[in-house]
């Protein structure tokens, strides 16, 4: 059974500060996802990650995978406000099309 | 544009009774999801299809059904059966093997 574990579940950061999200997972995958969730807001895709060391960067936003690890990386840059969301993971498993999500981090970033 | 739509937003059913959620996406995606999230939690599969006439359990499927017929619709029907089905429903859509990933704007389900 595929475990998606992200940690840590809740952070309270300073703005200006660096970050990392770390969401580790049980089984061979091929793809990982992060997504972006607002207080009773649906889920908006960040960023998809297809092989190993794959790196993406969207503005204060960079994630990374390591396939061999099964672990993935959310860094955040200098935290803004604006950054302060629940932030999730999801892993695809490989020859199953399972996606399974992690229980999220709650990021909260103080001005 | 294309995007993918659920509706209702809110939907409130009474006891024993069956509850139908839309979804539909024009993105031409083959793969369609539903997850349930309750407050303050992840996202839960429900069920979720990668061609149209053939759909999978997820990890809660109990109490739930759903139907394939067109490749943009994938509706769920919340049966009596489900004994706690107050949640945020979200359904999303992936393509091109997964690598497109997009979530409808969810509907919050709630039992009176």
């Known amino acids: 059974e595929l475990k998606v574990e992200q940690n840590p579940l809740f952070l309270s950061m300073q703005e200006g500060k660096n970050y990392t999200i770390y969401c580790n997972y049980s089984?061979?995958?091929?793809?990982l996802y992060w997504y972006r969730q607002d207080p009773g807001k649906s889920l908006e895709s960040l960023f998809v990650l297809l092989s190993n060391g794959a790196v993406k960067q969207e503005g204060r936003l960079m994630a990374s995978l390591d396939t061999k690890a099964r672990l993935s990386t959310l860094h955040i840059t200098a935290a803004v406000h604006d950054l302060s969301a629940t932030y999730f993971c999801a892993v695809d498993i490989k020859g199953d099309d399972k996606i399974i999500f992690g229980k999220g981090t709650r990021l909260h970033i103080l001005p | 544009d294309g995007g993918i739509t659920q509706s209702p937003k809110y939907l409130f059913r009474k006891e024993g009774q069956n509850v139908t959620l839309s979804c539909e996406q024009n993105l031409n995606h083959d793969a369609m999801y539903w997850y349930r999230q309750d407050p303050g939690q992840g996202l839960r599969l429900i069920y979720y299809s990668q061609i149209v006439n053939d759909f999978q359990k997820g990890d809660i499927a109990e109490g739930y059904s759903v139907s394939r017929e067109k490749k943009e619709s994938f509706p769920l029907t919340v049966t009596s059966a489900q004994k706690n089905p107050t949640a945020f429903y979200l359904c999303?859509?992936?393509?091109?093997?997964?690598?497109?990933?997009?979530f409808g704007q969810g509907t919050r389900l709630t039992v009176v």
């Open positions: 089984t061979t995958s091929d793809r």
């Open positions: 999303a859509s992936f393509g091109h093997m997964n690598t497109e990933a997009f």
